[in-house]
């Protein structure tokens, strides 16, 4: 059963920092982008970053540019997403979410997604 | 960014109706367009990629269509676990970019 658990969510004061996990599996997960899907209290989908299959490629929203940095384990079939310098407009739930297509596809729509876990930046 | 726009916002229907929602994108995205469906507290759901391609396992009363920069996502025969909010999101352009949603409530 493919699967993605997200971890790491919680309150921190504004300047913060936060490591969030995502454990897969079910998948060959070196062979997929990964990526990380942000949704604001009551709003919608924003997405945050990617990483190729390979973790030689990483892009990133402007909203988060400079604060955030991606990051992959593939023998630990782990995603990170370290988050420095938090404001309160990054309050949201995070979503790891696999990239529908394999190796280096640039088409980047999501096909499983985590639970996802929640970050709240307040003082 | 490519800007999504969805309509209507939210509507009410029936079981069994005929559902249509209708996304715009500001530049033309081919077909690299995708459906989500989201209950509240859940994650979203894959339902719809390449802008017609049904995702595995989900049922045939939905579907897409469209190319360029208009779409629609339809759904035949609205049952009761398809009271959802639905978003549309171009992958043709970097960053990918979702639409505002539409939200299908129970008249």
């Known amino acids: 059963q493919v699967q993605l658990v997200e971890s790491g969510g919680g309150v921190v004061q504004p300047g913060g920092s936060l490591r969030l996990s995502c454990a897969a599996s079910?998948?060959?997960?070196?062979?997929?982008?990964m990526h990380w899907v942000r949704q604001a209290p009551g709003n919608g989908l924003e997405w945050v970053a990617v990483?190729?299959?390979?973790?030689?490629?990483?892009y990133y929203a402007d909203s988060v540019k400079g604060r955030v940095s991606i990051s992959r384990d593939d023998p630990k079939d782990t995603l990170f997403l370290q988050m420095n310098n938090l404001r309160p407009e990054d309050t949201a739930v995070y979503y790891c979410?696999?990239?529908?297509?394999?190796?280096?596809?640039?088409?980047?729509?999501?096909?499983?997604w985590g639970r996802g876990t929640l970050v709240s930046v307040s003082s | 960014a490519i800007r999504m726009t969805q309509s209507p916002s939210s509507f009410s229907s029936s079981t069994g109706d005929r559902v249509t929602i209708t996304c715009r994108a500001s530049?033309?995205?081919?077909?690299?367009l995708a459906w989500y469906q989201q209950k509240p507290g859940t994650a979203p759901k894959l339902l719809v990629y390449?802008?017609?391609t049904l995702q595995d396992g989900v049922p045939s009363r939905f579907s897409g269509s469209g190319s360029g920069t208009e779409f629609t996502l339809t759904i035949d025969n609205l049952q009761s676990e398809d009271f959802a909010t639905y978003y549309c999101?171009?992958?043709?352009?970097?960053?990918?970019?979702f639409g505002g949603g539409t939200k299908v409530e129970i008249k």
């Open positions: 979410a696999k990239s529908g297509l394999n190796w280096g596809s640039s088409e980047w729509y999501f096909d499983v």
């Open positions: 079910g998948f060959t997960f070196s062979h997929y982008g």
């Open positions: 990483i190729s299959y390979d973790g030689n490629n990483k």
């Open positions: 530049q033309d995205v081919t077909y690299y």
């Open positions: 390449a802008a017609s």
């Open positions: 999101q171009q992958y043709y352009f970097n960053p990918p970019t």
